[in-house]
């Protein structure tokens, strides 16, 4: 009787639930240990049998006895135990990142957030790139900045996961820690990288047992697909929740190296920390801020390598807000760099080593990032600094990109065309059709960006004296309006913003401070 019998009373067999969610063969052992005991099971059965053989001999007797036995079953049955709680039921869904407490990282209760396995870590950093924990510009970087990670570096995927890949590993073999390394997953794909369902000829294909195990990176997954500006937003929105001051962010499509024959030497991400350590004292002190010298944000060899400074943007009073995400690709860089010259926060430029930007991947990446030992661990590297190595790989990548510049723009972009039905994926020619429509749509030339700034034909080299001018006359309204004195950042100017600006033209109110 008891094998037809559903869970009692009125709950769902949780037992039955956990098989579902069983799936892996490797985990099988260890979920299993979670079904309820034998002998609970037993103690279940016979509670069925003995129970509803006294109930229906009380039915067929005095009702009082009804009364009691329907009393004592119902109190049974919620005390009695099934082994597994609520909560043990859903944490072990295949579909979960590691947690936080499993982990030990301090990002807290993210679901999209994939920190780093615990497994040993490979290719070998040379020697001379790894910089010591008891280094003086480590420990003036950690004693000036409230943050930890100190050096956050953000690089967003969405296409072609061997040009990402050559990207992670020259930061790494350049010194930058591992576990400061952030793959932002954009993908659009759900969870179905994280599952192991795309092939490697998938454009969106990215292997997260190869980046968080073997190079030891953490993935940080979209929820769903976001255009460049989105993208932006997602990253500074990720930085105010972290309470990050400053983070970075590079392209997929770069390379960086470290000037090996500099004397004397410093890793690349030596000097990126004695590049932070000079620019701390200016980013949000009160004398800057008072004073005007406050920065925006940084390029190392324009934007492929850049540091924000994530206040200017979020700051109450101040700030310049988000990237415009109508904007979603081509030029909104030229928006929003520009509101941030208009609003008083100069950009910086700064050389920490070499950065390429490629649109063919390496031959042999690992080897040629880390040369031939690059199986060894992190105490066996064996390369030399300044190395014929070195000097032919440095040579091989200027040619790259000389090639890139001359007619391979954006063609990495659309190189693997694998994947047909598999889960949550584009077609990528078409995918590769829809972009350029987009980006088209709201660049210099398009509808979006030239309505802005003054006529959707306006030419690119052409927006940026057309924002300052436009600008200008949006202060001139202004002060017409009301005194010098009365008009502060954020105030009057900020106001103009896009919801408040009814009746105004689209040029106009996107001169404003904050036009977001």
Not at 111 to 132: G, H, M, Q, T
Not at 172 to 194: E, F, H, K, L, V
């Amino acid at each position: 009787m008891s094998s037809i019998l559903p869970s009692w009373p009125w709950r769902s067999n949780q037992y039955h639930d956990i098989s579902r969610h069983l799936g892996d063969p490797e985990n099988l052992e260890e979920k299993m240990e979670q079904r309820p005991h034998k002998w609970q099971a037993r103690w279940k059965e016979m509670f069925f049998d003995v129970y509803l053989g006294f109930f229906f001999n009380v039915f067929t007797s005095r009702s009082k006895f009804l009364i009691l036995g329907f009393i004592v079953g119902i109190s049974l049955g919620y005390t009695m135990p099934t082994g597994v709680s609520y909560d043990q039921m859903h944490s072990i869904s295949l579909n979960k990142p590691i947690s936080p407490e499993q982990s030990g990282t301090k990002w807290g209760k993210d679901l999209y957030f994939y920190p780093p396995l615990d497994e040993e870590r490979y290719p070998a950093v040379p020697s001379y790139n790894i910089l010591s924990e008891t280094s003086d510009i480590l420990a003036s970087a950690r004693n000036m900045t409230s943050q930890s990670p100190v050096t956050p570096l953000f690089v967003p995927f969405t296409r072609n996961f061997v040009m990402l890949r050559q990207t992670i590993l020259s930061y790494i073999a350049a010194g930058w820690p591992r576990d400061q390394i952030y793959i932002i997953d954009n993908s659009g794909t759900m969870d179905a990288n994280y599952n192991g369902l795309l092939s490697v000829t998938n454009p969106f294909y990215l292997n997260y047992k190869l980046f968080r195990g073997r190079y030891g990176v953490n993935i940080v997954r979209t929820p769903t697909l976001l255009n460049f500006a989105q993208l932006q937003n997602y990253m500074l929105a990720t930085a105010i929740n972290q309470n990050w001051t400053h983070f970075y962010w590079t392209h997929q499509d770069v390379v960086v190296l470290s000037d090996e024959l500099s004397t004397p030497y410093h890793s690349l991400y030596e000097r990126v920390l004695t590049s932070l350590v000079s620019l701390i004292p200016t980013m949000n002190s009160k004398s800057t801020l008072q004073g005007g010298s406050r920065w925006s944000i940084v390029w190392y060899d324009f934007d492929w390598l850049t540091l924000v400074n994530v206040g200017v943007a979020s700051g109450p009073k101040n700030g310049v807000g988000s990237w415009d995400t109508f904007v979603p690709y081509y030029a909104t860089d030229c928006d929003y760099y520009e509101r941030l010259r208009l609003s008083g926060y100069p950009i910086l430029e700064r050389k920490v080593g070499d950065i390429f930007d490629l649109s063919k991947p390496v031959p042999n990446a690992e080897s040629a990032f880390f040369g031939k030992a690059r199986n060894n661990t992190e105490e066996d590297s064996g390369r030399l600094c300044g190395s014929s190595q070195y000097t032919e790989l440095k040579n091989k990548l200027k040619l790259m990109m000389k090639e890139k510049g001359a007619s391979g723009r954006n063609t990495w972009q659309d190189a693997q065309k694998g994947g047909k039905g598999e889960p949550w994926t584009y077609d990528p020619s078409g995918f590769q059709t829809a972009w350029w429509d987009m980006a088209a749509a709201g660049s210099s030339n398009g509808k979006t960006l030239g309505g802005i700034w003054g006529g959707k034909e306006t030419p690119r080299d052409e927006i940026n004296s057309g924002m300052r001018e436009l600008y200008m006359e949006e202060e001139k309204e202004l002060r017409e309006l009301e005194p010098l004195e009365n008009l502060e950042l954020g105030g009057k100017l900020g106001a103009t913003g896009r919801s408040g600006a009814a009746g105004r033209s689209g040029a106009t109110r996107r001169a404003s401070f904050r036009c977001l």
